[in-house]
């Protein structure tokens, strides 16, 4: 196979990475980190919220207590995502079906709300909610891709000092990742669920 600016794309994976794990650094782990994490200027002590318990959403869960989140709430809509959210390292869960969702959240940081706010859904209702529960002075990171414009109110936001971040991923962080992998300090292989054959792929749902 011929892979053009190889030296600029391709790294070798050391001895004791699974192909499940080296798998995920191709895209989700980085972009979780280097969007979400990195780009929202995650530090010790902070409060962040993940909007969104997806794949790019439990990489940036994962990733975020590398910089050395104090909490980490993940809010999702489905029960068994946010189950999931716990096991890649979420202190705490909403579900944003319920009505005082933002209470709840804003409830775990003394009502000031987050420091980070990580939008990794990519729709509307998921930004705004980032807008909703963002403290003055924090970030919003949004990973997300939007097929749809969003409206930013900012008659409401201006004087909240925010910092709003976007971005599509570089993998400028992939060499240090695989060696945290390799470390087993982050376990990427969790992301794999299920294994199929090239011959099943016609019938996957």
């Known amino acids: 196979m011929r892979v053009p600016?190889?030296?600029n794309s391709v790294h070798k994976v050391p001895d004791g990475v699974s192909d499940d794990a080296a798998v995920m650094l191709s895209d989700i782990l980085p972009t979780g980190f280097e969007i979400g994490v990195r780009y929202g200027k995650v530090k010790?002590?902070?409060?962040?919220?993940?909007?969104?318990?997806?794949?790019?959403?439990?990489?940036?869960i994962m990733t975020a207590g590398l910089y050395g989140a104090a909490r980490v709430i993940a809010l999702d809509l489905d029960e068994s995502r946010?189950?999931?959210a716990k096991a890649f390292g979420a202190t705490?869960?909403?579900?944003?079906?319920?009505?005082?969702?933002?209470?709840?959240?804003?409830?775990?940081t003394d009502g000031l709300g987050v420091d980070v706010a990580i939008e990794a859904v990519g729709i509307p209702d998921t930004f705004q909610a980032c807008t909703k529960i963002v403290r003055p002075g924090g970030s919003v990171a949004n990973v997300g891709v939007h097929g749809t414009s969003v409206d930013l109110p900012l008659q409401d936001l201006w004087i909240m000092d925010i910092a709003i971040t976007m971005g599509l991923v570089s993998t400028s962080t992939t060499q240090m990742l695989l060696k945290l992998v390799a470390q087993h300090k982050l376990a990427a292989e969790k992301f794999a669920t299920h294994h199929f054959g090239l011959d099943q792929m016609p019938y996957v749902a």
């Open 5 to 7: 600016f190889a030296d």
């Open 44 to 60: 010790p002590g902070d409060v962040v919220a993940v909007v969104g318990a997806g794949p790019v959403g439990l990489a940036a």
């Open 82 to 84: 946010l189950d999931h």
């Open 92 to 108: 705490n869960t909403v579900n944003s079906r319920d009505a005082d969702w933002a209470e709840q959240v804003r409830a775990m």
